[in-house]
């Protein structure tokens, strides 16, 4: 069976059995998914993208972060921009993506649209987010880094499950918004730090919704466009990864997806982790900070000197002199021009030296802070298992800072599986 008869099948089938630790984490990653896209909502990408679709207007189908209703292909486009715009959601590291950013959108436009109950979403949501881990694991790192966004890129084709799941499509039909998906599944690195990069993420949750429509609606594609001769896999630099595939449907990836608690990149979570160990330290006495990371965060969060508040959260030498500074790496307000201007920061940016250290994995960094006091170091690993009880604390009140009197309602409406309908009034506020 190929790569697309298996993530058809997969999402063909009836309702899978979910264990109950892998439906906590999709409920937390759907109200940190509201909650970012929530905050959002005034920033530039956001309102370029909203102001665009209603100014196109048509048939109002599905919800807005911010307000307004539109057909569902805008939506999707508008909502995936929307809740990355802030580059404050979920990452799975097995792909390099963040998941709920390209398929949350996609599945709640159509489900909304076709006034689905909150399960069907969110089941149709957890298939998807899967099944684009699976086509990231596939494609290989090679695909990410030669300078693809698996966000963008296999995120549209996990939309695009979820979408077709949601119109009914049997498993050919899903195989064929698969090879669809295939010839227009796009984005690129060379976005990260601008408002490209968030746009990413809505591209991935349109083209699962387009592809979606169109196969419902009769239209023929080839359907190897993902994995067959000349299909994405092949002119996308993927590696046909064969174990993509274990244990599908009775194993979810998903589980292990990562939350962010600080408001950047999550390639320098683990720096600012080990970094937080070492404080305080008064910066007049620092004469270097070492930062030890997997040499494939050199070519992505490793911008030297930014000067706008996106770039800073690409950037070691900007964050970690956040953090001596006492600047909260939490707080969206943190990122702006006016920090990257700052002469205290510039100073310390100017003494960070970033060292790529083959010998750690992606979730891990080693922080040296040399004083002339002497050296102190720590050591922190994303991937350490963080007890569900405190990772549901963490988000809870990540989510409450980020809406605040209208956290409880957000949570109440996924706990409480709410149909589509009410969670597209939610987004519109």
């Known amino acids: 069976m190929t790569l697309s008869q298996a993530l058809a099948a997969f999402a063909a089938a009836p309702d899978p059995r979910i264990p109950d630790a892998t439906a906590r984490i999709l409920r937390l990653s759907m109200l940190d998914w509201i909650a970012c896209g929530c905050a959002g909502t005034d920033e530039p990408v956001a309102r370029i993208t909203r102001d665009m679709v209603m100014e196109e207007g048509g048939a109002a189908q599905a919800s807005l972060f911010g307000g307004g209703r539109v057909p569902a292909r805008a939506a999707a486009l508008v909502n995936g921009a929307t809740s990355h715009a802030l580059d404050y959601d979920d990452t799975h590291f097995a792909h390099i993506g963040h998941p709920s950013v390209a398929v949350f959108p996609a599945a709640l436009a159509i489900a909304e ?9 969110r089941t149709a949501a957890l298939i998807g987010m899967e099944a684009s881990i699976r086509v990231g694991i596939w494609l290989g790192r090679g695909h990410y880094q030669v300078g693809f966004h698996q966000t963008a890129t296999a995120g549209a084709f996990g939309a695009a499950l979820a979408a077709g799941r949601l119109l009914g499509l049997e498993a050919t039909a899903l195989q064929a918004v698969l090879g669809l998906a295939g010839t227009r599944a796009a984005g690129l690195k060379s976005q990260f730090g601008t408002m490209g990069k968030p746009y990413n993420a809505g591209l991935a949750a349109a083209t699962g919704v387009e592809a979606a429509l169109l196969v419902a609606k009769g239209f023929e594609p080839a359907p190897q466009g993902l994995d067959g001769p000349q299909g994405f896999g092949e ?26 608690f600080h408001a950047c990149c999550h390639g320098l979570h683990a720096a600012l982790e080990a970094v937080a160990g070492l404080l305080p330290i008064a910066p007049d006495r620092i004469d270097r900070i070492e930062v030890a990371t997997h040499p494939r965060w050199m070519t992505v969060c490793n911008q030297p000197a930014p000067t706008t508040g996106l770039g800073a959260k690409f950037s070691y030498a900007t964050v970690l002199p956040m953090a001596v500074l006492g600047v909260d790496t939490a707080k969206l307000e943190s990122y702006t021009a006016a920090l990257c201007a700052r002469d205290d920061l510039a100073a310390l940016r100017d003494r960070v030296r970033v060292i790529p250290d083959d010998g750690l994995t992606e979730m891990q960094a080693r922080v040296r802070v040399v004083t002339d006091a002497g050296d102190r170091e720590a050591f922190h690993d994303l991937d350490a298992p963080l007890p569900p009880d405190e990772k549901a604390a963490k988000v809870g009140a990540k989510a409450e800072s980020l809406l605040g009197p209208r956290a409880a309602e957000a949570r109440d409406l996924v706990e409480g599986g709410a149909p589509a309908r009410e969670v597209g009034a939610f987004l519109r506020g």
Do not use: Y
């Open 113 to 121: 649209g076709e006034g689905l109950d909150g399960g069907q979403l």
């Open 235 to 260: 002119t996308h630099h993927g590696a046909g990864d064969e174990t993509a595939l274990d244990g599908l449907g009775e194993r979810w990836h998903f589980a292990s997806v990562a939350h962010k």
